[in-house]
């Protein structure tokens, strides 16, 4: 599977964003799917995660509430929308692919991962 990330930019706080990711080559389908992100001089952490048909989403705590996963499994995307966006939110962003059968919040769960976008909020 390769991954396309897009849709990150500059941003005020209190601003919205979306991102996509869109996935081609093995059945989109197939896979469940993550969003991850790395701030400056931290590790990679989870933010949000959508099994394969989309019925059960994942979100990490600092975002609940304000960020929302969805994918549509015709176009082969997955989106985050982010909204009430904080500087903290600072980070690029990775789509990933995880298979099936496997947890949705940790790195080692997922077999791909698309170039990132950055993310930055400004106070």
């Known amino acids: 599977v390769q991954l396309q990330a897009s849709g990150g930019g500059l941003v005020q706080a209190g601003g919205s964003l979306r991102l996509s990711c869109a996935a081609s080559g093995r059945t989109f389908s197939s896979y469940n799917m993550g969003w991850f992100r790395r701030a400056p001089g931290k590790e990679r952490e989870f933010v949000a995660a959508i099994t394969w048909g989309g019925d059960m989403k994942y979100y990490a705590d600092s975002v609940k509430g304000r960020f929302t996963i969805s994918r549509d499994n015709a176009k082969n995307t997955v989106f985050l929308e982010m909204n009430s966006l904080k500087p903290e939110d600072t980070a690029v962003y990775y789509c990933?692919?995880?298979?099936?059968?496997?947890?949705?919040?940790?790195?080692?769960?997922?077999?791909?991962w698309g170039q990132g976008t950055q993310v930055t909020v400004s106070s």
């Open positions: 990933a692919a995880a298979p099936l059968g496997v947890g949705v919040y940790t790195t080692h769960e997922y077999d791909y």
